[in-house]
């Protein structure tokens, strides 16, 4: 299973959980949050697409505690107001297994690499034109690829909520930052700018950003730093 990272049997249905830290469930927390505004709020108007390119088994359990919590992908599909579609990337086998199972047919489960060029794609296909996306890329590091953000996005409407984890923030501030980051700095509108550094120094280990469409659509007519 998926290096560096544990898990465990769910004590509800025996299926790989995520062992996670309370600052999950409070990044999971403002993604729900984003979730219900983004299919609320444009209902009559668009259909809606959830990526998630690193879904994970879709159950998380909390380390302390062994207190159980829905993964993103379970947030997605049991909103309230649903998604028109939604697709759920992960690339290992026993736990995209595990999460075609808990999704129920609600969701397409892919097993494959994010960064998979003919994936990429394919999912370019499922926004079109006339739908509006919702990706969320939960880095574990730098996992999904700024060439694999730029194409998803390319004249596609796609708000991006991306992990970063915090460690590696403070690194790349304290030792210049990497051409990956200030790249997406850059196409993202400037998040450098909106403190996300110093909100990472305080306690989360993680810190998730927002990107909505319009902020990124025009930062890419921008040219990247070279
Ligand atoms: C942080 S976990 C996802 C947690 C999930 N978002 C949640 O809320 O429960 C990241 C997942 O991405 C998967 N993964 C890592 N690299 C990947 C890649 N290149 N393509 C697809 N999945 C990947 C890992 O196996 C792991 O399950």
Known sequence: MSGGS?????????????????????????????????????????????IDLMAGPGRCVEDDTGDEFDGSPLLAVNQKEPFTETVLVEGDAALAAALRQRVEGRATVVEADCNHTALIEQLRDRLGYGRLGLAFADNLGLDVTLATLLTLTQDRKVDLCITFQVGDLKRYQDNGWPRHLLEMQSASGGWRERGAPRRAAAALPCQSFFAPSTTWGCSRQDPLPR
Request: charged share 30%; no cysteine.
């Open 6 to 50: 544990e898990y465990r049997a769910s004590a509800a249905d025996g299926l790989p959980a995520r062992v996670s830290g309370a600052w999950a469930r409070e990044k999971l927390e403002y993604l729900a949050k984003y979730m219900s505004i983004f299919n609320v709020g444009i209902k009559n108007k668009w259909e809606r697409v959830y």
